[in-house]
């Protein structure tokens, strides 16, 4: 009796040694799938954080080199999608080319549109005076759909939000973003918004 005892507390042991490995085995496993998920979740809006600070950046950029007149010829116009800003790109190289601030006949559009996902720049001559237009360029294209002319709310539902004031010198932008654009925001797919005010260097365009 006493082996046989001793035998069934060993088999008690082993059998309770084996649940404890298995839910440690199991903790680990929960806490490894854990923190691939947070990692993936960190990577994913730091990427879409990254996205819409280079796009605001690039129109912080040359909505500084807006140009204008007013009340005619304002700085920023609204435009179908999107903005755009008046620029004189002779000032844009190393050695300016005959800037003219003043004529406003020879400068360049740039123009901000979203098409979908995507947010572009793409550049127009405002006459055959302009110096060339550079081609498209793509902004992001993680940016989800629809434009919105109002200054952006606490709870967007639009991708791109253009707020004008009413002399149009100055414009508030919000861009949205997220890793898949078209489905719900998730902690696997997160949903960041960010937003500015652009406003041109020169005193005349204001």
């Not at 179908?80 to 620029?87: I, K, L, M, P, Y």
């Not at 925001?185 to 204001?206: G, I």
Request: with cysteine; hydrophobic share 40%; net charge negative.
């Amino acid at each position: 009796m006493v082996s046989f005892s001793k035998r069934s507390i060993t088999l008690v042991e082993l059998l309770i040694a084996i649940a404890l490995l298995g839910l440690l085995v199991i903790a680990v496993f929960s806490l490894d799938n854990f923190a691939r998920f947070h990692l993936i979740s960190s990577d994913r809006r730091a990427r879409a954080q990254n996205d819409v600070s280079y796009a605001l950046e690039h129109m912080s950029k040359y909505a500084f080199q807006g140009i204008g007149a007013q009340p005619d010829s304002p700085p920023f116009e609204q435009i179908a999608s999107g903005f755009r800003v008046r620029v004189d790109r002779n000032l844009e190289r190393a050695v300016p080319q005959n800037p003219t601030p003043e004529n406003l006949n020879d400068d360049n559009w740039i123009n901000y549109t979203l098409s979908d996902n995507s947010l572009l720049c793409s550049c127009t001559q405002i006459s055959a005076a302009s110096p060339p237009c550079f081609g498209d360029e793509l902004l992001s294209s993680h940016i989800i759909t629809g434009v919105t002319y109002t200054a952006m709310p606490d709870n967007p539902t639009s991708g791109f939000y253009i707020n004008l004031t009413e002399n149009s010198s100055m414009v508030e932008i919000g861009i949205v973003s997220r890793y898949r654009p078209n489905n719900p925001p998730s902690l696997d797919n997160p949903q960041v918004a960010m937003k500015t005010r652009l406003l041109p260097h020169s005193s005349a365009a204001r």
